[in-house]
């Protein structure tokens, strides 16, 4: 048998077969092939790369010396001699593969989040002067390990190698410094970067056992990561080299994928900044860049504290961002940021938590873009890029004050005003110190309207001056979302339900006082253990069948619950939301807490009573069903409007805030006679639930949940107090239905898609939501309807007698029951609250069914007032 043949490079990249077979003549040559080919690494310009043999000498330029006499090959048991290298003094980097490891070498599949990588076989370069047993060693161990491995005998080859091949790992003789220089060695291969990914190992030699171990400090300033000891067994080698794979180079590997990802960032249009866990700015992307006007050097390692911030936003817009995503939830909403040049604009952005292992958050990822509908910022982002693209900067900061002009001309209008002025010193000061005022950055959104008003009206012809007069006239006012009535003597009904409802009453007479009917007993140990939700009578379980139709019948489970219907109907709505799962508290507990806030209605209330709360929570629970609602309120908001309409009329005396007010009541005193029903149910019902442990349903829960959730509760039945109804209204309709309008008109502008999901217009949508689930008796049906107007007309007309009987003013004279028509009641009710409110509702829910009942409804109550009937029915439909 003959030896196997060797592969020989000639200058020209023709590589040449020397067979050693003694049969053949020692100088005898063979061309295979001339082309290009890959073979374990090395580039060899051959088109026959798999006939080569698999042992390998790639020389370099200077033909080797001719080689002295051999010694005797060390074998490793399953393969063949590893023929030695031809000793060399110029620049050499030789490789030598055998075909074991040529087997054994294959490719590794490596997940790095949802990115899976296809890992090479790893590459080794072994630098050592002189071939001994530790280099023989590794050699041995990368053939096991299957790895591709070149040997160099100078730094020169060794850098040379590397820079051609880029190694995972290089291992380098730091044992004699008579040959070379290892850490300098390691210092120029550190230099490249091509090393960035590289594990460097040094060799080092193995010290006796009375000798005191040397630092690691030195190797590591040298570029070195880890040292070894010493030790030619291949198995010692093997297992340093494959602790090092499935260590630093499999983590290098997936570092190296980063750049991939970075890559990705860099030419993503969407403004992206990354974060720490303590909001220290880690990464922005070049379109953060263009948006804010900030070089990433200027933000890079700065906490988001230390840049400016625009005073656009809502005062608790932060705290609750911070309270989303500290809970490793995702925030999604419009905010506004504030531009190196001053400027604000309106981003939509969604933050990200990042989670690592155990749970803990580790960065904050926000991806940010301009709040498209408006046009301002569109022209500030193309203005500002354009000057990026051209590297202008002074061209990008005189367009943004260009834009800023345009926005407050009453500025501008008033500094020229003041420049030309011949006025003396004092009124120049004077306009000097207007113009300030109306460029402040405190100034409130009404305020920059009426300065662009007055700005207008410098130029504006006569007619138009004066009608933006009577403009600025109107805005001055307090009252900007209330209709204005005509004479009361035009319509009594309507002046008189403004009066009971939306106003808090005139001033108190003197001497005169209100106290509650009912004597408020806190104590819960008087109540009788609640029923369990399997244990509620069959009588009352048939009837609470039909509870998610909106022709449910409240009044049948009043009958049946002996005028109990919030226990037992929340019972069923809240386990149908998830509410003790929400938050973490038993059933015994919630059932508790039912009992503990329907003890504290007032049954002798005519309308007012758990059997109205009742009928709320059943509204509530309807509307969140419906698919728009349901895609613009997270769980949180669900538990919250349930709670909320729970509790929202608890200890209700059955009289309005203005009988309070007028009658000098304590209640009215101590809420300084603003909402005073409203801030009273809400005090009272936390009171009630944090007084016991046994209906305390939030003692399970976190403070910052805590403090979101009830924030929320006390939000929406604040809500149903009416002075500001026509302000809430108005506000849903611009904010919420306006641009979905648009959107579905076939709008471009894709942030009108998520508009309902911003953090202040799922705010409008809560409000809108419990208002309409207050007052939705005229969209009952009509016998329902029927039957609250009855109740409610007869609380008025008891309020109406004991304003008499206590000499108060009569704050709704026509509810007086002798002469009341409640018919014409019921149609102002609808007239002047209930049309529009509920059409925007059904325009954003889509309620055709309530639609309905309320035109029905309505031709009803309009029937009775035209036959001049002042009772509930026709007399043809009048029970027996």
């Not at 400090?217 to 880890?226: Q, S, Y």
């Not at 340093?240 to 994928?257: N, P, W, Y």
């Not at 010193?425 to 409130?444: C, D, K, V």
């Amino acid at each position: 048998m003959g030896c196997a043949p060797s592969i020989h490079v000639s200058q020209s990249g023709v590589i040449y077969c020397r067979d050693s077979d003694e049969s053949h003549s020692p100088h005898q040559t063979t061309a295979i092939s001339q082309g290009t080919a890959t073979l374990h690494g090395l580039f060899i310009k051959t088109d026959a790369a798999d006939s080569i043999p698999a042992v390998l000498a790639y020389q370099s330029r200077r033909p080797p010396p001719s080689a002295g006499p051999r010694r005797r090959e060390r074998r490793e048991p399953g393969a063949f001699s590893r023929p030695r290298a031809p000793r060399c003094c110029g620049v050499e980097a030789e490789t030598q593969t055998s075909s074991a490891s040529a087997k054994q070498a294959s490719t590794t599949e490596v997940q790095i989040g949802p990115m899976r990588l296809t890992q090479d076989p790893i590459q080794v370069l072994l630098i050592f002067a002189k071939e001994d047993n530790q280099s023989d060693g590794f050699w041995w161990a990368c053939d096991r390990a299957g790895y591709r491995c070149n040997i160099a005998r100078t730094p020169e080859s060794a850098l040379e190698c590397f820079l051609d091949k880029h190694q995972e790992i290089v291992v380098i003789d730091h044992r004699n410094s008579r040959y070379f220089d290892a850490e300098d060695t390691c210092r120029r291969i550190r230099a490249t970067k091509a090393s960035e990914h590289t594990v460097i190992l040094a060799v080092v030699p193995r010290i006796s056992a009375d000798q005191e171990e040397t630092s690691v400090l030195p190797l590591l300033n040298a570029g070195f990561d880890r040292q070894y000891m010493e030790n030619s067994s291949i198995t010692a080698c093997y297992n340093e080299l494959v602790q090092i794979e499935h260590g630093e180079v499999r983590s290098q590997f997936k570092l190296r994928a980063c750049n991939a990802v970075f890559t990705a960032l860099d030419h993503c249009q969407e403004a992206i900044e990354i974060t720490s866990e303590d909001h220290v700015i880690q990464y922005v992307n070049p379109a953060f860049e263009r948006m804010m006007g900030y070089h990433k050097g200027e933000l890079i390692g700065k906490e988001l504290t230390e840049l400016p911030k625009s005073d656009k936003n809502c005062v608790d817009l932060l705290d609750t961002i911070n309270t989303y995503i500290k809970k490793g939830k995702e925030w999604q909403g419009v905010y506004y940021a504030r531009r190196k040049s001053g400027d604000s604009i309106q981003q939509h952005v969604k933050i990200t938590p990042v989670i690592d292992q155990g749970g803990k958050i580790r960065h904050f990822v926000s991806l940010k873009r301009l709040h498209c509908t408006n046009e301002n910022n569109k022209q500030l982002h193309k203005s500002h890029r354009d000057a990026k693209y051209t590297g202008d900067n002074s061209q990008s900061e005189s367009h943004s004050l260009k834009w800023k002009n345009r926005r407050k001309d009453s500025t501008d209008v008033k500094s020229m005003t003041s420049q030309s002025s011949d006025a003396p010193s004092l009124q120049t000061r004077r306009y000097s110190s207007m113009a300030r005022i109306h460029s402040m950055t405190i100034e409130a959104p009404i305020t920059k309207v009426i300065n662009i008003i007055n700005a207008a009206q410098e130029n504006s012809p006569l007619t138009v001056a004066e009608a933006l007069d009577r403009v600025l006239e109107i805005l001055r006012t307090t009252e900007l979302y209330s209709p204005q009535l005509g004479t009361k003597d035009e319509d009594p009904h309507t002046s008189d339900l403004v009066g009971g409802l939306m106003t808090d009453g005139l001033r108190r007479l003197s001497g005169n006082e209100y106290a509650f009917s009912k004597n408020l007993n806190l104590s819960h140990s008087h109540l009788p253990v609640p029923n369990t939700i399997n244990d509620v009578p069959l009588c009352i379980t048939q009837v609470l069948e039909n509870e998610e139709s909106w022709d449910f019948n409240i009044f049948e489970l009043e009958a049946v619950t002996n005028k109990r219907p919030l226990v037992y109907l929340g019972l069923k709505v809240f386990a149908r939301f998830g509410v003790s799962e929400f938050l973490n508290c038993s059933e015994a507990t919630l059932r508790a807490w039912l009992q503990v806030i329907e003890a504290n209605y007032h049954s002798s209330n005519s309308y007012h009573n758990s059997t109205h709360a009742a009928d709320v929570l059943h509204a509530t629970a309807f509307f969140l069903g419906k698919e728009r609602v349901k895609g613009s309120l997270d769980h949180l908001d669900e538990v919250a409007a349930l709670i909320a309409a729970t509790i929202h009329d608890v200890d209700h005396p059955g009289r309005t805030n203005s009988f309070l007010c007028n009658a000098g009541s304590e209640l009215a005193v101590l809420y300084n006679d603003t909402a005073v029903l409203e801030s009273h149910h809400t005090a009272l019902a936390f009171q009630l639930t944090t007084k016991d442990s046994k209906c305390n349903i939030f003692k399970n829960i976190d403070r910052n949940h805590y403090r979101t959730l009830r924030q929320a509760i006390i939000d929406m039945v604040l809500a149903t107090e009416m002075t500001k109804h026509f302000e809430h209204v108005n506000k849903f309709v611009n904010s919420v239905n306006k641009p979905m309008a648009s959107e579905s008109e076939g709008s471009n502008c894709e942030c009108t898609a998520n508009t309902k999901n911003f953090p202040d217009n799922q705010t409008l949508i809560k409000r809108m939501l419990i208002k309409c689930a207050d007052v939705a008796n005229p969209c009952r049906p009509l016998e329902l309807c029927i039957e609250w107007a009855g109740r409610i007309s007869e609380e008025y007309f008891a309020q109406t007698d004991e304003e008499k009987r206590q000499g108060l003013p009569v704050v709704m004279p026509v509810f007086d029951r002798n002469s009341c028509s409640i018919p014409k009641s019921q149609i102002s009710f609808i007239d002047y609250f209930i049309t529009d409110m509920f059409d925007a509702w059904d325009a954003f829910a889509h309620l055709p069914v309530l639609m309905q009942h309320l035109a029905n409804n309505y031709k009803h109550w309009k029937t009775l007032d035209e036959l001049k009937c002042k009772s509930l029915r026709l007399p043809s439909e009048n029970k027996n």
